[in-house]
């Protein structure tokens, strides 16, 4: 992919943003979950110990 007005190439930015924010289902699942909850509150994506290495969401309330 070639930038149209100076002619430098953008892919290592753009494939650089693809692995940074891949979507899987558990990000899908968690944007999801974002949208619906109140003002103040935030959904994470987490690795959880003895889960053998899944990871899941957890739900943060404000001020905390």
Do not use: I
Not at 5 to 11: C, D, F, N, R, Y
Not at 24 to 36: D, E, I, S
Not at 40 to 45: C, F, I, K, L, S
């Amino acid at each position: 992919m070639t930038d149209l007005e100076t002619g430098a190439s953008v892919a290592p930015l753009v494939a650089g943003f693809q692995l940074a924010a891949a979507s899987t289902p558990l990000r899908r699942a968690a944007g999801r979950l974002q949208a619906v909850l109140p003002p103040g509150w935030r959904v994470e994506v987490v690795d959880a110990p003895g889960r053998d290495g899944q990871p899941v969401l957890r739900v943060v309330m404000p001020g905390e």
